[in-house]
């Protein structure tokens, strides 16, 4: 295969393929912080308290405030309180903009929306069972952006299964018809990776891999955000350009040639 890609990029691209993942500092890091200070706010104004003192030791800390049976309420009102700002998706993508025009490509789309995962200490109310994004109605042409707001490492992160296992796993897959989930988080549980990603970094990782959560048994509340990126002009699975997707980089020559209508009456 033809590759005139700069030696940097074919090494990161090199290893992005073999680890199906990868954790880097933000590249905005301003950007990153605006967006954890909108987030502080936000939960300020819902919990009627005074800003912190460090956001960091809040953020953590938020399972002392929020109690398990009104998260989801909060979550949802932090959620909208991101999405609601016109800034917020640009900063997040100016937080790994580089690497995703390496991996992904410079004729971008994103998800519309931001989500935002908040997993307190010992909940077990919001996981995600291992699963394949893929699986369920995303294309195998996305990359999912994810970034923590505070440390996240071991079960108060996630677990990725790298390619090669993950390979193995899809050729005995028909094993597992009628069994659970749990069953193949069992079989896997030996050759997942668990992620360590600190605050000021990114994790851009492969969603065609096996990959979820488990309870955090960790001390404090585990903050992340994920979205989306495709090349936009790559085949689209369920979630559709317009609706859940949208261009952010388009370039000259496809808005010229989206538009281009061949003259009335023209014939070859
Ligand atoms: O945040 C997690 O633990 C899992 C996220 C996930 O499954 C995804 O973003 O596709
Ligand atoms: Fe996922």
């Not at 819902?46 to 309420?73: E, K």
């Not at 932090?78 to 917020?88: C, H, K, M, S």
């Not at 999912?144 to 990725?160: A, E, F, G, H, N």
């Amino acid at each position: 295969m033809t590759n005139f890609l700069p030696a940097e990029e074919q090494a990161l691209t090199r290893r992005f393929l073999e680890t199906g993942h990868i954790i880097a500092p933000a590249e905005d890091r301003a950007a990153l912080d605006r967006i954890r200070d909108l987030l502080v706010h936000a939960a300020c104004d819902w919990l009627d308290c005074p800003l912190p003192a460090s956001p960091d030791a809040f953020l953590n800390g938020i399972g002392d405030r929020v109690p398990v049976d009104r998260l989801n309420d909060f979550r949802l009102h932090q959620i909208g309180r991101l999405n609601a700002e016109p800034w917020a998706r640009a900063a997040y993508f100016a937080a790994a903009r580089r690497t995703l025009e390496i991996l992904v490509g410079n004729e971008l789309a994103m998800q519309r929306r931001l989500n935002l995962s908040i997993q307190l200490s010992g909940d077990s109310s919001s996981l995600l069972p291992v699963h394949a994004d893929v699986w369920s109605g995303d294309s195998p042409f996305e990359l999912v952006l994810w970034i923590p707001l505070v440390d996240c490492y071991r079960t108060k992160s996630m677990y990725l299964l790298p390619p090669g296992p993950a390979q193995a796993l899809e050729g005995r897959m028909a094993d597992y018809t009628g069994r659970n989930t749990d069953d193949i988080y069992r079989d896997i549980e030996p050759d997942l990776l668990w992620l360590d990603i600190p605050y000021g970094h990114f994790l851009l990782f492969n969603q065609n891999l096996p990959h979820g959560n488990r309870v955090n048994q960790e001390p404090e509340a585990r903050w992340s955000m994920n979205c989306r990126f495709k090349g936009v002009f790559t085949p689209y699975a369920d979630k559709r350009l317009g609706e859940f997707f949208e261009p952010i980089t388009l370039r000259a020559a496809s808005r010229i040639g989206m538009a281009y209508d061949y003259p009335n009456g023209f014939k070859e």
